[in-house]
């Protein structure tokens, strides 16, 4: 991995994509608002004292955890998940706030930057972290077989690697709405990023970090845009949701519906 690079308006961070992007390549992206954080599932992170407890093991209580949480909600909620296959079940979790096995990435750099710029708190940089989307390394689910498979495939105990799935597009269960708008997709089976498979990282400084979501909300990337599914709208319009009319999006000429 390259040093970190630092970036403070919205033409440094696309010059620097454009230098790294190449037709032969191509790239995963994910936008952390905390600089210190690291790549991790959110799994990871709900189990991470087991895991300083006994890390030779953790695969197993890993792998144990994800079993449990489906096998509970296949038992209590048949009706929406009886016949859906395992990945399908945590992509739909993770959707809704379950801690899964799944780390959310983009194929788009301006989403990435657009999550990297919140939590805009003094002294709280942010990151957008960038892997090559290496077929060598990391296994593409693109097929309904592969699709299929059980959870102890994608998450084995022994011998890990990592895989990239992203829901079909006529899903029933998962909004598809708002992972096509912000061009999501789910990398697992290793419960966080090593070093080792980080191309580049972006440091966006704590002090740019409304003026860069400005500039993103003028080329259509807003909160409004990322998240325009009804959840979406509830939640930032919550009593502690920020309003910032600067970001919001204007009426169609003043008229309602």
Same mark, same amino acid.
């Given at each position: 991995?390259?040093?970190? #690079?630092?970036?403070? =308006? ?6 620097? #994509? ?15 608002? !905390? ?19 006994? +890390? ?7 792998? !144990?955890?994800?079993?449990?949480? #489906? ?6 909620? +048949? ?6 296959? +395992? ?46 989307? =290496? ?108 309003? =910032? ?13």
């Amino acid at each position: 991995m390259n040093s970190p #690079i630092e970036i403070t =308006d919205l033409e440094d961070y696309i010059g620097y #994509i454009r230098n790294i992007a190449t037709a032969e390549k191509s790239h995963l992206y994910r936008g952390q608002e !905390d600089a210190e954080w690291q790549v991790t599932s959110s799994a990871f992170r709900r189990l991470e004292e087991k895991y300083r407890a006994s +890390p030779h093991s953790f695969s197993y209580v890993y792998l !144990d955890y994800l079993s449990k949480i #489906i096998y509970e909600v296949k038992l209590n909620y +048949p009706s929406t998940y009886r016949n859906l296959f +395992p990945l399908e079940c945590l992509a739909h979790l993770q959707h809704n706030g379950v801690a899964t096995g799944l780390i959310d990435f983009t194929f788009n750099p301006l989403i990435a930057l657009w999550f990297a710029c919140g939590y805009q708190k003094e002294g709280i940089d942010g990151k957008v972290i960038v892997l090559e989307n =290496d077929r060598d390394i990391i296994e593409q689910i693109e097929t309904p077989e592969k699709l299929e498979r059980g959870l102890e495939t994608f998450f084995p105990v022994n011998n890990a690697e990592w895989h990239l799935w992203s829901p079909a597009l006529d899903s029933q269960f998962v909004d598809t709405q708002r992972m096509t708008r912000q061009h999501s997709v789910f990398l697992f089976g290793l419960p966080e990023v090593g070093d080792e498979m980080i191309a580049s990282e972006i440091v966006i400084p704590y002090v740019h970090k409304r003026q860069l979501r400005v500039e993103l909300a003028k080329v259509g990337i807003s909160e409004q845009t990322l998240f325009a599914d009804l959840l979406g709208f509830f939640d930032r319009n919550t009593p502690q949701h920020v309003y =910032d009319s600067l970001l919001s999006e204007p009426n169609t000429e003043g008229n309602l519906p």
